[in-house]
């Protein structure tokens, strides 16, 4: 007897749903998909247990006749392609025909359609693969999906089920993940009879981010766009403030389709390069449009993944897009002041009643000096109404001032400075370093960097593999303005050094240099290259944490600030500059 069976297909669908159906969340994700497909304007998701006792996603689509509703669960069956050909040009979120059918046979589900054209609607329940027959039934226009007891009959499945709480949490990214590409749609999504999210299709993107996530986000988002070459992007690029230590907060879209991929995760760590620290993450919305037939959805059950066509060009024009939106734009960092509860009360008026007092003594004043006929009695009244004045003047801040500096050194380290509407304090190291970063890209990008020869050359060793590397690089090093002659066996002297970086070690700075062009591991192209020595150069030649700095110093700092093209940030990312606004810190002194 032969070894190789045919599978029934009950058991070729459960385990397609294997591959399909991984957890609650995906039930809801291919339900909503379906809804969407079906031109729905409402979708209505509501679940139980975390999606192990319940999932119902109900619509107001196009619905399904009796005979499609009864074809609907049955696998490999779907209305969204018709021909090979349409493979090459995928346009609806679904097109496979496994969903149904998987779910179907591994829960309790009933579904319930009805067409605007007709009388009744129909309904059909299939058991885990035991499909019943169709019946009719009372519903409104469109389609429920009820997904009862998942995995019940597959124990060793149901047991890989987390808590409750774990599974709403990915049933959650799921639905946010939808309603952010459908900001057209009325999404509603309820959890044990508990309202969760109700959205609006009137309110917009950025409303729809506040409902989601939080109004800090949606404020700290800067807008862009673009099309060229068939290729129309849209994005909300989040501050560097806003950052986070993992990718989650970054969404994109390919045609309505949420998606990972690596040519775009790279263009988007690209494009904030300099803004922040490497190992943040920025908040972005990205949302891309282009023709279906540039791009291969029919890569992986999930749908997740993609393959385009010229990942080059999508790479290319993503970076593009952002990085000029960023480079363009004042990433300043706003202070962050704790809330603090105030309840208005007569005392918080007391500069109002204390300046209506003042007025009434003025006007007292004035009242018991009449005019006067004597010399004497004349200068009498002269002198006190003087005295009083300048005592009004004083108690009411009204002396005038002598001129004084706008600014202060704190712990050697950060710049206090005032501005029109409050006070910015500034870290001098980070400031200083972009300045000299954007000299050094200038200087570069001009021609080679000046050099001074050195009194006394300072010698180094180095390696076959460093000796190689040196002169690989031997016309970057010239660029940057070093002089290296070879001073014996394994041995090279600096002869000159930049005098843009005068204020950093010969020595430590070019053996750090070498240590970079060997380092394989980076992987660094030629641009990038560059790039990373002028950080490391920046961040050598500045000006210290812990250096004391004289007035002039912090005027030519402060004024170098107003020339730099982005001096918010420094060439690493972090924020050179916090900003104080004077109603924030009235509201902290609970002067409002």
Known sequence: ??????????????????????????????????????????????????????????????????????????????????????????????????????????????GVSKTKDSTSANCVEIDCGNKGSVSPCSADYGTTIQVRDLFYKLPARRKFLKTANTEMTHITERFIRTALANENLDMTLYHNGRELYRLSSKEGLRRRIV?????????????TESSERELHIFA??????????????????????????????????????????????PVIFLFIQMPCEDVDVNVHPTKIEVRFYNANLVHSQILGCLREKLLGTNLETGAKLPAIPYQQST???????????????????????????TQQQFEHKAGTAKYEARYQI????????????????????????????G???IDQHALHERIIYEDLCRRMSA?????????????????DAQADALKTNAELIEKLGIELAPFGPHTYAIQAFP???????????????????????????????????LNMAACKAAIKAGQKLSDSEMEQLLADRETAERASRCPHGRPTTIKFSTSDLEKQFKRT
Not at 3 to 30: C, H, T, W, Y
Not at 347 to 373: C, T
Not at 447 to 463: A, D, H, N, R, V
Not at 514 to 530: C, N, P, Q, S, V
Request: hydrophobic share 40%.
């Open 447 to 463: 021609g080679k960097l000046e050099s001074q020869k050195l009194l006394i050359p300072e010698s180094f060793e180095l390696t």
């Open 236 to 281: 909300l690029l989040g501050k560097p403030g806003i950052s986070r230590t993992n990718n989650k907060f970054q969404y994109v879209f390919l045609n309505g389709r949420f998606i990972r991929d690596k040519f775009i995760s790279h263009a988007i760590k690209e494009a904030y390069r300099g803004h922040l620290e490497p190992d943040r993450f």
């Open 347 to 373: 005392s918080s008026r007391s500069g109002s009643v204390r300046d209506q007092k003042i007025a009434d003594a003025m006007a007292d004043f004035f009242k018991k000096h009449r005019p006067v006929q």
């Open 1 to 110: 007897m032969g070894q190789i069976i045919v599978l029934d297909q009950n058991m070729v669908n459960m385990i397609a749903a294997g591959e399909v159906i991984e957890r609650p969340a995906s039930v809801v994700k291919e339900l909503m998909e379906n809804s969407i497909d079906a031109g729905a304007t409402k979708i209505t998701v509501s679940v139980e247990d975390g999606g192990r006792k319940l999932i119902s996603v109900a619509d107001n689509g196009c619905g399904m006749d009796g005979e499609d509703l009864a074809s609907a669960f049955e696998s490999h069956t779907t209305s969204k392609i018709k021909t090979s050909s349409d493979l090459r040009g995928i346009s609806t979120l679904g097109f496979r025909g496994e969903a149904l059918a998987s779910i179907a046979s591994v829960a309790q589900v009933r």
């Open 499 to 533: 005098t843009l970086l005068a204020k950093a070690a010969p020595l430590d700075f070019v053996q750090d240099l070498i240590d970079l062009l060997t380092d394989k591991d980076a992987g660094l192209d030629a641009e990038r290259l560059l790039d990373e020595i």
């Open 423 to 425: 006070f910015v304090i």
């Open 211 to 223: 409902e989601l996530f939080s109004p800090d986000i949606s404020e700290n988002l800067i807008e």
């Open 394 to 421: 004083r108690e009411r801040g009204y002396e005038r001032p002598e001129p004084q500096r706008k600014f202060l050194q704190i712990h050697d380290s950060f710049i206090v400075a005032q501005t029109d509407d």
